[in-house]
């Protein structure tokens, strides 16, 4: 089966009419999630090999949200992405001819799942959700999965109420991504939020890959101040995504780089993967049919 695939790879290059000739440059989105100039640190490496595999310059964008990201896709001013599930939904409910998805972060123990965590501040006395009622509560950002979508839709039945401000939550608020929220909770500014982490590995640690281990690594927050208050339902891992457009033989380049960034360099692989990974795998968008449902029904799109 290899060898066929190989051999139609090889083919569609020599007898497409676009390659990676065709293109001047090529642009890398990067969700939110940490600061930018983090986001930007974390992904240079992989600027460099790509602009070694591709002969050209790769650029890096880094946007104040994730909507820049899913835009720049639609529009065709980003050219690769490691989507959030719900971002993808995003990207092929506006459009489904964008992009295709290419590769999808395997953690520790080879599944490619992960949680939203609903964390507090330890000294704050929260321990579970019941403990929330009449507090503040933060959301990341509203294309996020982790940072709002499954647990606007997990969370309400287990409080039996709504996720509006005042109906159980004191007040409910964005807070503009996952390092905001857990910045805002380690320093008492809302009283609990959520974010994303593989749930796998040491609670002090930030798990082995996510948000909270991106935070404990810039050296953030002291987890043994936070406190875990509830775990979603394992939701699939986003995809690396490509746009569609692309000269075949680009395509090709990036999803091999991607895929073997863990075995060519295992430092880079845990800055774009934010974590300790067994670097990445291909996946279908088969995968995230459940959460395009889920998003279609909540946001609409």
């Given at each position: 089966?290899?060898?066929?695939?190989?051999?139609?790879?090889?083919?569609?290059?020599?007898?497409?009419?676009?390659n990676?000739?065709?293109?001047?440059?090529?642009?890398?989105?990067?969700l939110?999630?940490?600061?930018?100039?983090?986001?930007?640190?974390?992904?240079?490496?992989?600027?460099?090999?790509a602009?070694?595999?591709?002969?050209?310059?790769v650029?890096?964008?880094?946007?104040?949200?994730?909507n820049?990201?899913i835009?720049?896709?639609?529009?065709?001013?980003?050219?690769?992405?490691?989507?959030?599930?719900?971002?993808?939904?995003?990207?092929?409910?506006?459009?489904?001819?964008?992009?295709?998805?290419?590769?999808?972060?395997?953690?520790?123990?080879?599944?490619?799942?992960?949680?939203?965590?609903?964390?507090?501040?330890?000294?704050?006395?929260?321990?579970?959700?019941?403990?929330?009622?009449?507090?503040?509560?933060?959301?990341g950002?509203?294309?996020?999965?982790?940072?709002y979508?499954?647990?606007?839709?997990?969370?309400?039945?287990?409080?039996?109420?709504?996720?509006?401000?005042?109906?159980y939550?004191?007040?409910?608020?964005?807070?503009?991504?996952h390092?905001?929220t857990?910045v805002a909770?380690?320093?008492?500014?809302?009283?609990?939020?959520?974010?994303?982490?593989?749930?796998?590995?040491?609670?002090e640690?930030?798990?082995?890959?996510?948000?909270?281990?991106?935070?404990?690594?810039?050296?953030?927050v002291?987890?043994?101040?936070?406190?875990?208050?509830?775990?979603?339902?394992?939701i699939?891992?986003g995809p690396v995504?490509?746009?569609?457009?692309?000269p075949?033989?680009v395509?090709?380049?990036?999803?091999?780089?991607?895929?073997?960034?863990?075995?060519?360099?295992?430092?880079?692989?845990?800055?774009?993967?934010?974590?300790?990974?067994?670097?990445?795998?291909?996946?279908?968008h088969?995968?995230?049919?459940?959460?395009?449902?889920?998003?279609?029904?909540?946001?609409?799109?």
């Amino acid at each position: 089966m290899k060898k066929i695939l190989a051999t139609i790879l090889a083919t569609t290059a020599l007898v497409g009419t676009a390659n990676a000739d065709d293109i001047t440059e090529f642009r890398i989105g990067i969700l939110g999630g940490e600061n930018a100039q983090d986001r930007m640190n974390s992904y240079s490496c992989l600027q460099d090999y790509a602009s070694e595999a591709l002969g050209v310059d790769v650029k890096l964008f880094a946007p104040a949200d994730y909507n820049g990201v899913i835009q720049g896709l639609l529009g065709g001013t980003i050219d690769m992405a490691w989507l959030g599930a719900s971002s993808y939904a995003a990207v092929y409910l506006q459009d489904p001819e964008a992009v295709d998805v290419a590769l999808v972060k395997i953690n520790l123990d080879g599944s490619y799942g992960y949680h939203s965590i609903g964390f507090a501040r330890k000294e704050a006395g929260i321990t579970s959700l019941d403990d929330m009622k009449g507090k503040v509560f933060g959301f990341g950002d509203p294309n996020s999965t982790s940072g709002y979508l499954i647990p606007s839709v997990e969370i309400p039945s287990q409080i039996n109420s709504t996720m509006e401000s005042g109906d159980y939550f004191g007040e409910v608020k964005f807070t503009g991504g996952h390092e905001q929220t857990i910045v805002a909770v380690f320093n008492g500014d809302i009283d609990g939020g959520v974010t994303w982490a593989d749930a796998q590995g040491n609670w002090e640690d930030g798990y082995n890959s996510g948000a909270l281990r991106k935070a404990v690594d810039a050296g953030l927050v002291d987890m043994n101040e936070l406190v875990q208050i509830w775990k979603s339902n394992v939701i699939p891992e986003g995809p690396v995504v490509l746009r569609r457009s692309l000269p075949d033989d680009v395509k090709s380049k990036m999803t091999a780089l991607v895929d073997g960034l863990y075995e060519k360099d295992a430092d880079c692989a845990y800055g774009v993967a934010a974590g300790d990974t067994l670097g990445f795998d291909p996946i279908t968008h088969n995968a995230y049919l459940s959460v395009i449902e889920a998003r279609k029904a909540k946001i609409g799109g």
